[in-house]
T-cell receptor, first 114, second 111 residues
Framework: DGGITQSPKYLFRKEGQNVTLSCEQN?????MYWYRQDPGQGLRLIYY???????QKGDIAEGYSVSREKKESFPLTVTSAQKNPTAFYLC?????????????FGPGTRLTVL | DQQVKQNSPSLSVQEGRISILNCDYT??????FLWYKKYPAEGPTFLIS?????DKNEDGRFTVFLNKSAKHLSLHIVPSQPGDSAVYFC??????????FGAGTTVTVRA
């Protein structure tokens, strides 16, 4: 089945530790995105990538880093510089970049920093 | 600065009746609007969209209406079914890479 997988579903980390969230897609999509969802707020864009080896900051990139070495994979690292990392993280992909293309979402990873 | 607002956090409706979800936006550059549906512990899934050149788009039980002058759109679900119980997000695009999302409305369909 084609789709987007995110792992793990739940993640717990101690304050001050970096943590990497996985996102893999087998839809052959060029563009991939990372969003963060907090209670009572909409999804906010962290980073996006339109092609391999290229990515751009979204609205709330501070304290996060990404890489796009393969078309299928777009991992997100939450660094210790992120002031409030506890949130629900969603990865998405679309055929091409540009928001006229429907974005397909993964199931999300809930990160809790203790 | 939230450019897309869903002012009703929740909506409860009787099965078989109409659900109306509202969304307001402030950015006049938005020209494409989408609705996503999200179940607990799952990612959002695309439901329906509308371009600013239209004022209505229909897909089965789901209809989206756009009022550009009021910067307002609404999603109508008729008739509402128990499986429609979910969180609905309104999103808007100005044609660049970014979608701006509202905070979501939780719909509960009562039997």
């Amino acid at each position: 089945d084609g789709g987007i997988t995110q792992s793990p579903k739940y993640l717990f980390r101690k304050e001050g530790q970096n943590v990497t969230l996985s996102c893999e897609q087998n839809l052959n999509h060029d563009a991939m995105y990372w969003y963060r969802q907090d209670p009572g707020q909409g999804l906010r864009l962290i980073y996006y990538s339109q092609i391999v080896n290229d990515f751009q900051k979204g609205d709330i990139a501070e304290g996060y880093s990404v890489s796009r070495e393969k078309k299928e994979s777009f991992p997100l690292t939450v660094t210790s510089a992120q002031k409030n990392p506890t949130a629900f993280y969603l990865c998405a992909s679309s055929i091409a970049g540009g928001s006229y293309n429907e974005q397909f979402f993964g199931p999300g990873t809930r990160l809790t920093v203790l | 600065d939230q450019q897309v607002k869903q002012n009703s956090p929740s909506l409860s409706v009787q099965e078989g009746r109409i659900s109306i979800l509202n969304c307001d936006y402030t950015n006049s550059m938005f020209d494409y609007f989408l609705w996503y549906k999200k179940y607990p512990a799952e990612g959002p899934t695309f439901l329906i969209s509308i371009s600013s050149i239209k004022d209505k788009n229909e897909d089965g039980r789901f209809t989206v209406f756009l009022n550009k002058s009021a910067k307002h759109l609404s999603l109508h679900i008729v008739p509402s079914q128990p499986g429609d119980s979910a969180v609905y997000f309104c999103a808007a695009s100005a044609g660049d890479y970014k979608l701006s999302f509202g905070a979501g409305t939780t719909v509960t369909v009562r039997a």
